[in-house]
């Protein structure tokens, strides 16, 4: 058995990192579990048959495991192996966990719940911005909206400026709790553009929205910071549900 989980860089041996190996494989079971693939309650094979298959070492599959374990997706026993938890366990507010449900195309209802959640975080972070933000946050953010007008959401470049405009304003909002959900509500944000864009099915450009929002948040009005926060993301589900309905 070739074991790929051995050390040393990626290089003429064509062996990658052992950090590469695991953190695949848990994403590979990661997005098997999410995308339904393996059901809760199922049981995943024994760490013997999974390396023999994949040819990679037991270490590294138990690793993976115990990754997928940390994130709720999964529990190991003893006796009855490893089984797919149940989806109120899983740790949806993981920023990986996000990604890996994006790989294929996710359930409307569970794109539908990130927009509310999106809609009870978002509109408050930025009313709070508007009186709370620096200078230098505020000049952040219009580079922020600069980039997104210059490269299209469409774009790797104009996604990180969107990704970036969101967490700046959860970050100006100087509040270290709500500071501690920016990684799950950019990721929100980053997927759902992603999967937007998928089939290039966007009717319109939502550059002004955001556009409105910063306007609002430079004038440090918090109520007109939330309005226009609002507006962004509602308009943000009614494209998405265009995309679903395509």
Known sequence: MTDRSSGGASGASGRQPVTRIHTTIARDLGVAIVSG????????????????????SRSAYREAVRILAAKGLVESRTKTGTRVSERSRWNMLDPEVLAWAFVNEPPEAFVRSLFELRLIIEPAAAALAATRRSAAQLAK???????????????????????????????????????ALSSTITAAVRWTTVFKYRKNAIPRSPIDDHGAVFEAIALGDAAQARETMTALVSLALDDTRTVLGA
């Open 141 to 179: 953010l219009g580079h922020a909206l600069e980039e997104m007008g210059r490269h299209g959401l469409s774009t790797p470049a104009g996604r990180q400026a969107d990704h970036d405009f969101h967490n700046l304003i959860l970050l100006a909002a100087d509040n270290e709790p709500l500071a």
């Open 37 to 56: 693939q393996h059901q809760p309650g199922d049981i995943l094979p024994g760490e013997v048959e999974f390396s023999a298959q994949l040819k990679v």
